[in-house]
């Protein structure tokens, strides 16, 4: 090791003790040891992964179903910063992945069943099988709400779906509904216009939740017809899947029947979180209750992105959120350090 004339001796041996130290402790690792895992292969997740691994901390981000998250059933991303015009949710994600890889981050794919905190290590058990870390940092997202009426578990895959990306091809020329208000029901609704003969948006009150933006636009599309305070009070099917729905009408109770061959949900999100709700403190509805630098109740634990509470859910936030959460995770490993 060579250092500069001019450093002191006494922080020429510091430097040496800690990168020796360093050494003996990577040397130890073993290949499923850690320095930094990150469960979720989202925005934030995939960030936390790209500042973790040009920390040179030895990383590993896990993931259960597809890299990229929830973006990889999104159309156009119209507010990522740099892409005039909007880039499609799987392009930007492929590049999120091919730009933290660049730095040696680990990815693989694997449930995680529980998580075991033993103060300076967490262990994860994940497929059944032991992965140990310094820091962990939870980046597992939300997944859509169901609607929860009678008939629609049995008719998802035969008229009712939750993802209009996915599977808005399938219904070409055929009357559908969205289902919702927020900005994935008025995405989905303008998305699906390329497909449907009409499109019905179906939402409980008077008003959009939705950002103004789209609102004009839904407003605009002559393919879109708002049905408000409405909510869907029951299904109807025949043999080729679904083939109506009942429409109550929330302030006069009046009911009426609409045809359908699609009906996407846009309900709103629920997070992914119930592998740790026995170890991290959580929001009734299941969010991990974390602080503005990601430390959730349990040290050396961070959440980040849409799984943690936070004022607003946009891919924006989530890549600032695993930013912050990878600095946080490398200053805890540093803690450690110093205390061994
Ligand atoms: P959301 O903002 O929570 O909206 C859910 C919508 O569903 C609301 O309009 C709500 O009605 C309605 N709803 C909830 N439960 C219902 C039920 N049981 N029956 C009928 N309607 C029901 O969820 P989201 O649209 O999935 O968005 C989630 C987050 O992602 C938000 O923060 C959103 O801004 C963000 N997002 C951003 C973008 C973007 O920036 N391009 C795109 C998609 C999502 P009420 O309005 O009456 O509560």
């Known amino acids: 090791m060579l250092f500069h004339a001019g450093l002191c001796k006494d922080i020429q041996v510091r430097i040496i003790g800690a990168y020796r130290l360093e050494k003996e402790l990577k040397k130890k690792m073993s290949e499923t040891d850690y320095d930094v895992i990150i469960i979720g292969g989202g925005p934030a997740g995939m960030t936390a992964g790209l500042y973790a691994s040009r920390a040179c901390l030895k990383s590993l981000m896990l993931e259960k179903m ?12 119209e507010n990522w910063p740099g892409y005039p015009g909007g880039i499609e949710g ?3 994600m492929m590049r999120f992945q091919e730009h933290c890889v660049e730095f040696g981050l680990e ?3 694997g449930t995680v069943e529980k998580i075991i905190d033993n103060g300076d290590h967490k262990t994860l058990i994940v497929d059944g099988k032991e992965k140990t870390c310094r820091a962990l940092i939870i980046a597992t997202g939300v997944i859509p709400r169901k609607l929860g009426i009678e ?27 969205v289902i919702g208000g927020g900005d994935t029901a008025a995405e989905e609704a303008l998305f699906l216009t390329r497909f449907a003969s009409r499109v019905t948006l179906v939402h409980r009150r008077d008003e959009l939740r939705a950002t103004k933006i789209l609102q004009e636009r839904i407003l605009q599309n002559d393919k879109i017809e708002v049905a408000w305070n409405s909510v869907v009070d029951s299904l109807e099917s025949d043999n080729s899947g679904l083939s109506g729905a009942v429409l109550r009408d929330t302030q006069t109770g009046e009911t009426r029947k609409i045809e359908l061959q699609g009906m996407f949900v846009a309900v709103g999100v629920t997070p992914t979180t119930d592998f740790i709700a026995d170890l991290l403190e959580t929001t009734e509805d299941g969010y991990i209750k974390a602080d503005e630098d990601t430390h959730t109740s349990v040290p050396g634990i961070f959440a980040a992105g849409d799984c943690r509470t936070t004022v607003l859910r946009q891919v924006s936030t989530a ?22």
């Open 66 to 77: 597809i890299m990229g998250g929830q973006m990889m059933t999104t159309t156009k991303v």
């Open 90 to 92: 799987p392009e930007l």
């Open 107 to 109: 990815t693989d794919y």
């Open 151 to 177: 008939g629609e578990e049995g008719l998802v895959g035969k008229g009712v779906s939750y993802c209009a990306t996915c599977d808005g091809a399938f219904f070409r020329d055929v009357p559908i509904a």
């Open 319 to 340: 890549v600032g959120d695993g930013a912050v959460a990878a600095i946080m995770a490398e200053k805890h490993i540093e803690k450690l350090k110093h205390r061994a």
